[in-house]
Every structure is written in C-alpha cells, then in structure tokens.
C-alpha cells in the first residue's frame, strides 16, 4: 500500500458475542441471543491526528480499541492498519506492527508486573525489538524517564514505590520504549487528581507535538477530549452517533446524546443539569430504530422503526440521527 | 520529628469561630490533629457545619479529605491512631472521647456514610435487601413486615424502580449506578442527620453522576440533613455545595462559603485547583508543580510554600494561621 494510507481504517466493523444458543420453548426453537459490541462501526485516522473516543460504559469504546489493536477478531467488516488488515498480518508486518503501535492501559498499576523494576518494565519492549545494546540498556531508560518527568533512579525502583501518578509515567515511558508512531490510551488519565490529571494531559500533549504521534485516546470526559483532540468520536451502544472536529462538535452538537453528555459535565457555579434519564440499555437483543431513542428527548414516531446511518451533514461532521439539532 | 512536635504547640491563629461560620452548627470539628505512628495526618482542621446545609472537602489525594470523613463516622478509632481536638455533634460535647457504645448508637443512625465505590462497600454474598434491611432491623427494632415495607419505600425514593424485585438482587446483578442507588437508599435508612458522601459518583458515569448528586441532594434536603461531600472535582463542588473546606497536606488553607472560596479564591492552592480544570475553551493548562509533601517529611513553615510561586522566606519559616479575611477562613501569609 502507498505511504498515504490512513494508519487506522475501519470499514464497518462488527463484534458480536453469542450470550447463548437460543433454547427451546412451546413454541420452537428461540434464536440465539446476541450482544452487539460494536455494530457497523466506520472510522479513519490519519497519520499524526489525534482522536477522542467518548461514551458511557458499554459504548464499545473499549472493545473498539480491542479491534484496533488485534487482541479481539471482529466478527465482520474490516479493520486496517496503513491499508493491511490487521488480523492476517504478515509475521514481519506484525511486528513492526506492535512496535509502532504502542498501548496504554486503564489501570496503570495493574498493567505493571510488580515484581519487575521500573528498568526492566520499560526495558521489556527495547529488549523484545532489539533497539539497544544491553550495556546502553540504562542509559536509554533514564531518557524515556526524563521524557515523562521522572528521575533516573526510578529505574531501580517497584511499582509499588511509586504513586497513582508515577506509575501512570512509568506506563507512558514503557509505551514509548518501542518508539512508537501511534499511541492508543485507554482512559490514561481517568481517577487521578485534578493536579496530576492537567500535569499528565500536558505529558501527552507535548509528546504528542515533538514526536509528531498519532492518538488514539478514549476518555468518559469531554473537557479531556476538548483539550488533548483534534477529533472526536462520541459512542453509543456499539456506534458511532456523531463525528467531526472536538471544538465544534462541543460548541454545536449535532446528536441529542453529544448535548445530553455535555449537559451532564460539571460547570462551575451552574445548577446541576437536567439528568438524561435512565441508564444505557443491556446491548442483548436492541429493539429495531435509534438505540438512543429510549432516552432521547427528540425521538419521534419514525426514531423506533428506522435506525439513522451515520451520515455527513456538513463539511468534516458526521451524525447518525434523524432529527439532528440543527441550529 | 523534632521540627514537627515544636510546631504542633505553635497557636494556629486565635480565630476558632470566625466569621463565616453558620449560626446554629450541627457538627463542629474543633483543631482535630491526627497522627498515625507518630506522622502528622491531619493538622488541627477546624470547621462547623449548619443544620441543612452541604460542605465540600476539596483537595488532592493525601490531603486528609476521607481521613475527615472517617472521623467524623467514628471509624478511626485504632491504638495506632493518636486523636487530638473535638467534635460536637448535636449536642454531645466530644464524641472523639465517647465510647464505642455511644458510638453504636450514632453511627448509621445519625450519622450515616455513602462510600465511593459502590461495588466494594456493599457485601456481594447477601441480598439487597438482607443489607437494606440490617439497620432498619438492629437500630430501628423494625419487624419482619415494616422492615420490607420500609425497604421498599427507600429503594423507590432512591429511584430504582420495581424495588419489590430489587430486594432479592445480589449487588452484581445492579449496574453501578444503581448499586450507588442502594447505597444511598441504605445510609439513608435512618434518616440520619449527617450524611457524609465520600466521592460518590467518582465510579460513575456523568450522565449517572448528575442523577445521582440530584438524588443525594433532594433526599438531603427533604430531610433537613447536612452533608459533608468529599470531591475532587471543584466544578461539581461548586454546584452542591454551599460552603467549601480545601485541604493542603492535613491542613485547612482555605475555607468558607462556595462563592467566596470558588469565585474570588485567595489562597495560592485554591487558584492552584482551579487552573486545573479543564474547561470546554481551555488552550493550556498550568497545574503546580510536583505532588504532596510526603507524609512525615512535612516542610518546614506553609506546607504548600515548595510548590508556591508567591512563597518567600516568610512562608517557608513560619506557619501561616488560619485567619478570617473577606469572609473566609485563610492560612497564608500572602492572600489575594
């Protein structure tokens, strides 16, 4: 493929989960009930972009990432990387793969073996790709120490000498160790505090400016999104309901679920807003029309038989609705 | 060690009761000092809290925020744990010297807590309604029937619907919203007269954060209750609080009404927060620097003066009391 292949393309992807085989009633046989992780999901990510993925729990961002990386078969569709699929990549397109496409757990301390030092855990993949010498091992570490604020004596310390948010530097310096060219962070900056919270958001930024990296970064916070995100992506059960540049979908969102996130963050000194009600539905079995129409305010007669496509509505902005808010 | 115990005797300003405080406090925790295996925890932190009224205890982790709240349950009551100060409490003249019988009959059922992660606090071998149940049985002498008819009752209020059916749930089979849902329902049980909610909503959703404060607040408020709320995020602060508590390494820097505290802070840490916050039209953010002293290596003078772009040689000698000034309470030598 050209050099001007998108680094990700997603083209439709599917990931469905059979919950059972479907028993037998009175009545014959019941289909088999099928969760929908993802449903006819179409993205693309252009080299040195940065994209949010924003969404309650059980949007699918997660299991989205999970597709991205190869670690889950999508059930249909197709998954790219720079025009190769993922899944059937050539062993040696396969580790250039996993060299340049680093990941960033959640749970910073969890993803950390505790019985290995900071050398060895940022080391791991500098040895696994053969990128330095054993003796320039050390050496090569403090850098990646010093690039995320960290000093070099860290090298000799556990995970569990250090804070929530040293070992969240310690995984952003171990995802970086390969010398990556796209980071795929999966709430990389979710329960910590507001202080540790803009120190890290800044990390990210300016590594992302320096090292010119492409972003993948999914989040349950909009201003985190607003700040670290030329684009955005904002998840509902399993899809995409609306896309296009961060500050323009946040300044005028086209989706009623984009505006009853918005409503929901926290503003200084304004009234709590007026709460989105219910909760997102089980993804077992969704009834025919709009998955969103059960809470949405707008929905209409024609939102629960026909379910809107994801569909360009302007230039770089794309919603799935039938009733967008238009202003 | 040396350098801390000369400071513990230091005055830490005259000002007990300044100003800002409410007429009629319902809880007033009078200079607690907290120390565990002789490391400075928490250094005298005072504040009152009103009849009705909602508090906020804001700052980073470490700073003492849960330890306060656990105090205020009663729950820090170990021979590893040395207790200073007072806590009045409707009445009752210092509950930190009350014992643990005394302390049965309050906690649960006057003071109530609301713990964070919702999935950990409630036991998953038992019913919702086995848990629900237990302080309306053992405190309230609630029988069989009233016990269920009450259950029921609390759970539609905490807005779970079909309750009857929710009673014979395991906590796992509730999503995390409305395991918070029953988690309120339970510290609510007795009607308590404060409540304290320790992040509440921190493991949820925003969507579910908003109903869920809106829940805490309207049960509050129907039951003249006070809340102590422990946040970190200054912007949901700002909307169910009526007074803000920001805490600094065990101490109290800044205090007094949300207005006040939020919108014309005065103290170097408060303006320290706040530049954190993200909002929708941030270009850059400029968090301070580093962390929180490390507890037992605590510095000398302002504890925030290492991190502080105003400190001078004042601050990093002296303790800054806590003081009244444009109708809070202020621990700097350099406000504004």
């Given at each position: 493929m050209s050099e001007a292949a998108p680094i990700f393309r997603l083209l439709d992807v599917e990931k469905v989960y059979q919950i059972d085989r479907g028993g037998w009633s009175r009545l014959g046989r019941n289909p088999p009930r099928r969760l929908a992780a993802l449903d006819g999901i179409r993205l693309t990510v252009q080299a040195g972009d940065s994209v949010a993925l924003v969404g309650e729990s059980g949007s699918g961002k997660s299991t989205l990432l999970r597709v991205l990386l190869g670690l889950t078969e999508s059930s249909d569709g197709r998954a790219l990387y720079r025009g190769d699929d993922i899944e059937t990549l050539t062993d040696e397109k396969r580790r250039s793969f996993q060299r340049d496409v680093a990941m960033i757990y959640q749970d910073a301390r969890a993803s950390l073996n505790p019985r290995l030092k900071t050398l060895d855990l940022i080391g791991e993949p500098i040895r696994q790709h053969a990128l330095c010498p054993e003796s320039e091992l050390r050496d090569r570490v403090a850098a990646l120490l010093a690039r995320v604020g960290m000093p070099a004596d860290t090298a000799d310390r556990y995970p569990g000498q250090l804070s929530g948010g040293q070992v969240r530097r310690v995984a952003i310096a171990r995802a970086l160790a390969s010398e990556p060219k796209v980071i795929v962070a999966d709430e990389a900056v979710s329960g910590l505090d507001v202080s540790t919270q803009a120190q890290l958001l800044n990390l990210l930024r300016g590594l992302q400016h320096e090292m010119g990296l492409t972003l993948m970064f999914i989040t349950h916070d909009l201003a985190v999104a607003s700040y670290l995100c030329r684009r955005i992506a904002v998840m509902y059960l399993g899809r995409i309901v609306e896309t296009g540049p961060t500050k323009e979908v946040l300044r005028n969102p086209l989706h009623p679920y984009t505006r009853a996130l918005l409503a929901a963050s926290p503003r200084f000194f304004e009234p709590i807003a007026e709460t989105l009600p219910g909760e997102i539905p089980s993804p077992i079995d969704l009834p025919p029309g709009c998955r969103f129409a059960g809470r949405c305010p707008r929905a209409a007669q024609d939102c629960r038989t026909h379910e809107p496509p994801l569909a360009t509505t302007r230039a770089n902005r794309e919603v799935a609705c039938l009733h967008p808010l238009i202003d | 060690m040396t350098q801390q115990s000369a400071r513990r005797t230091e005055p830490r300003g005259q000002s007990v009761l300044p100003l800002t405080h409410p007429r009629e406090p319902l809880l007033s925790l009078v200079d607690i000092s907290l120390a565990r295996n002789g490391h400075s925890v928490l250094d005298r932190v005072s504040f009152d809290l009103g009849r009705g009224e909602t508090l906020g205890l804001v700052g980073e982790?470490?700073?003492g925020k849960s330890t306060i709240a656990l105090v205020a349950m009663g729950l820090l009551r170990s021979p590893a744990v040395t207790l200073e100060g007072r806590m009045q409490f409707a009445g009752h003249e210092n509950l930190l010297a009350e014992p643990e019988a005394g302390w049965a009959t309050l906690r649960g059922r006057r003071i109530a807590m609301i713990f964070q992660d919702p999935a950990s606090a409630l036991n998953p071998c038992f019913t919702i309604g086995r848990q629900l149940g237990d302080p309306l049985r053992r405190l309230l002498g609630f029988d069989r029937a009233a016990t269920r008819r009450r259950s029921i009752e609390l759970l539609e209020s905490a807005g779970l619907n079909d309750a009857e059916a929710r009673?014979?749930?395991?906590?796992?089979?509730?999503?995390g919203g409305m395991q918070q849902r029953v988690m309120i329902a339970i510290a609510l049980a007795c009607n308590p007269e404060l409540l304290l909610a320790d992040e509440p909503t921190s493991a949820l959703d925003v969507t579910i954060q908003a109903q869920i404060m809106q829940l805490i607040l309207s049960q509050v408020r129907a039951r003249n209750a006070s809340c102590i709320f422990v946040l970190h995020d200054l912007a949901l602060a700002s909307q169910v609080c009526d007074r803000i508590v920001v805490l600094y390494a065990g101490q109290v820097v800044e205090a007094g009404p949300t207005e006040s505290v939020l919108r014309r802070s005065l103290h170097p840490y408060t303006n320290a927060l706040k530049s954190c916050v993200i909002e929708f039209d941030t270009e850059t953010l400029t968090p301070p620097e580093g962390g929180l002293p490390a507890i037992g290596a605590m510095p000398a003078g302002c504890r925030f003066a290492p991190r502080c772009s105003r400190a001078t040689a004042l601050c990093t000698s002296q303790t800054p009391p806590l003081r009244s000034l444009e109708g809070r309470d202020i621990a700097c030598w350099h406000p504004g």
């Open positions: - | 982790s470490g700073a009673l014979a749930a395991f906590p796992h089979e509730l999503s």
